[in-house]
């Protein structure tokens, strides 16, 4: 018996595969405006390889992720990716409701912290409380309002039902009607790591800076932002500008 393989006629050739699965894609009519679609066979998705609309193409997204890491304000991240705000607006909106924490571990030790912030104006004030896992560095839950029971709540129900170690915090009062005094510490040096931590998003969230003209204009822009900064790593990986914005930083510089 003699074995012999067949290819589809339909098949595109040279270099052109498919984004998200790199497999062979196949001719698949025209759009509305005339251009080729693609269909490809392995993830069932159909394609355009030179979109008119640049928010169209695969690699937005990582982009506009790797831009928010990266501090870049909202209007700098339109300008370089060709798209309006209004859509950038819109896909930080919808990746951060696709990122929920990691999942916690018995018996760890965590610290707990709060950074001051505010939106619109001054006269707004805002608190940022989250708990890091102090093996991992990982952030397990944030919770963004006023400094209250209710807010800093949020946060330590998720540590305490995961049954922890420890928990070190400062010596902020509402923490101990919050933490049961077995496992809470407030010793001297027992938030290093979450202090370090509050430098380092000041440092890479350009809203977050002491001094700065960019800030939150509502609190659900702040949340998503701070959701994707700790958490898109979990499910999109590390997030690298594509090469086309790359050139574009690189050209602006010079």
């Known amino acids: 018996m003699v074995l012999t393989t067949t290819s589809c006629y339909k098949c595109v050739g040279g270099t052109i595969s498919c984004a998200c699965c790199e497999g062979n894609l196949i001719k698949y009519g025209r759009d509305i405006r005339g251009k080729q679609r693609y269909f490809c066979k392995k993830c069932i998705k159909t394609t355009v390889v030179f979109y008119t609309y640049q928010a169209y193409h695969i690699g937005t997204n990582p982009n506009i992720i790797a831009l928010t890491k990266e501090g870049v304000g909202i209007l700098s991240m339109a300008r370089l990716l060709s798209i309006s705000a209004t859509t950038i607006l819109k896909r930080i909106k919808n990746i951060a409701s696709t990122l929920f924490p990691p999942t916690l571990s018995d018996n760890q030790e965590y610290e707990v912290d709060e950074l001051k ?15 890091l896992e102090r093996e991992s560095r990982r ?10 029971n209710a807010m800093l709540n949020q946060v330590l129900q998720p540590l305490v039902e995961a049954y922890p170690r420890k928990i070190y915090t400062d010596k902020l009062k509402s923490y101990k009607y919050l933490i049961d005094n077995k496992i809470h510490s407030i010793q001297n040096r027992s938030t290093n790591h979450i202090e370090r931590m509050n430098l380092t998003l000041r440092t890479h969230l350009k809203r977050l800076n002491r001094r700065t003209l960019s800030f939150s204009k509502c609190v659900i822009m702040l949340e998503s932002i701070i959701r994707i900064y700790f958490w898109s790593k979990y499910v999109f990986g590390a997030n690298k500008l594509s090469r086309s914005v790359s050139i574009t930083l690189f050209s602006q510089q010079k």
């Open 117 to 131: 912030t505010y939106y619109l104006q001054k006269s707004n004030p805002i608190w940022i409380a989250y708990a």
């Open 139 to 148: 952030v397990v839950s944030f919770a963004v309002g006023s400094r209250s």
